[in-house]
T-cell receptor, first 119, second 116 residues
Framework: EAGVAQSPRYKIIEKRQSVAFWCNPI?????LYWYQQILGQGPKLLIQ????????DSQLPKDRFSAERLKGVDSTLKIQPAKLEDSAVYLC?????????????????FGAGSRLTVL | AQTVTQSQPEMSVQEAETVTLSCTYD???????LFWYKQPPSRQMILVIR??????QNATENRFSVNFQKAAKSFSLKISDSQLGDAAMYFC?????????????FGGGTRVLVKP
């Protein structure tokens, strides 16, 4: 099966500019996650969708970050205006609502990420 | 809130030898899952191994095995017969409960260097 697709792979912008990242999850995966990974740290969840509804956006800086998944398939994460501290890799992941194998633990599959540098 | 701690920023291992990565977590839940993910320079997170908290038997996947100590809230990863391709960042992660769609909480990561 095709993996999680993300674009662009790299983006360099100046502070106060805007940027958008796109993610297309694995076909049929109802749950989509956006994680922010600052250099040298573990990923931190920004927002989680189930179909086209938001499940968790408690750590999304809503004054500058927004995300949508209008048709319950692909998703866009936007930052406007960007700050220096937004420099990070933005990882998208998806998972099925159906548990896999005998464990019932659905597994997150990640995309390759989008690296943002804010100057 | 659940937290995951990886106390080793970097570990070095000789090719063909064994290295163990530490992970501790804090939770009040009794039903949860633990994972180890590998992140090579390509940035793609790859699932290495997972453990269900209700299972006493430690999970194994080829050269990778875990030591799950539920009472101590410890979840270490052992890489046996290390290969050059094992060089990467390794992240321990926690997921609460049986409900599908629950998020992963990650530790800060451990960089593994493999010396030829």
């Amino acid at each position: 099966e095709a993996g999680v697709a993300q674009s662009p792979r790299y983006k360099i912008i100046e502070k106060r500019q805007s940027v958008a990242f796109w993610c297309n999850p694995i076909s049929g995966h109802a749950t989509l996650y956006w994680y922010q990974q600052i250099l040298g740290q573990g990923p931190k969840l920004l927002i989680q969708f189930q179909n086209n509804g938001v499940v968790d956006d408690s750590q999304l800086p809503k004054d500058r970050f927004s995300a949508e998944r209008l048709k319950g398939v692909d998703s866009t994460l936007k930052i406007q205006p960007a700050k220096l501290e937004d420099s990070a890799v933005y990882l998208c992941a998806s998972s099925s609502l159906v548990g896999d194998g005998s464990s019932g633990a659905n597994v997150l599959t990640f995309g390759a990420g989008s690296r943002l540098t804010v100057l | 809130a659940q937290t995951v701690t990886q106390s080793q920023p970097e570990m070095s291992v000789q090719e063909a030898e064994t290295v163990t990565l530490s992970c501790t977590y804090d939770t009040s839940e009794s039903d949860y899952y633990l994972f180890w993910y590998k992140q090579p320079p390509s940035r793609q997170m790859i699932l290495v191994i997972r453990q269900e908290a209700y299972k006493q038997q430690n999970a194994t996947e080829n050269r990778f095995s875990v030591n799950f100590q539920k009472a101590a809230k410890s979840f270490s990863l052992k890489i046996s017969d290390s290969q050059l391709g094992d060089a990467a960042m390794y992240f321990c992660a926690y997921r609460r409960g049986q409900a599908a769609g629950n998020k992963l909480t990650f530790g800060g990561g451990t960089r593994v260097l493999v010396k030829p």
